[in-house]
């Protein structure tokens, strides 16, 4: 019962690894990715916080992290970019401020 449930994680985390590729790296239409890439990226912590509530870590470790992953969350949605010319993300460290240029184009974003 316990390893259903790991595989079944790995088997989501899989799944939104390749639709993540698929459509943030391989799609052209913009305006659908700015609108999903929030939604994808606290969908994917929602899915990282239930693994570490899973593993059932020391409490205050457990919230500790949980935490921690609310402003990663909102840090890492800030920090990507998608250009209009080209359509590619364009990423920053998600403790800096957002990119400015697309760092495919090199457009000012
Ligand atoms: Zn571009």
Not at 31 to 40: A, E, G, Q
Not at 60 to 83: A, D, E, Q
Request: charged fraction near 15%; hydrophobic fraction near 50%.
């Amino acid at each position: 019962m316990q390893q259903n449930l790991l595989i079944i994680f790995a088997a989501i985390w899989l799944a939104m690894a390749a639709g993540s590729y698929m459509l943030f790296q391989k799609g052209t239409d913009v305006v659908r990715k700015r609108k999903l890439w929030p939604i994808f990226t606290i969908v994917n912590n929602v899915v990282i916080g239930a693994v570490i509530v899973y593993a059932q870590p020391p409490l205050p470790m457990m919230v500790g992290l949980l935490v921690f992953m609310v402003p990663l969350t909102w840090l890492t949605i800030r920090s990507t970019k998608f250009c209009d010319e080209c359509g590619s993300p364009s990423r920053s460290p998600f403790f800096m401020k957002p990119p400015e240029k697309c760092s495919h184009c090199q457009k000012k974003l």
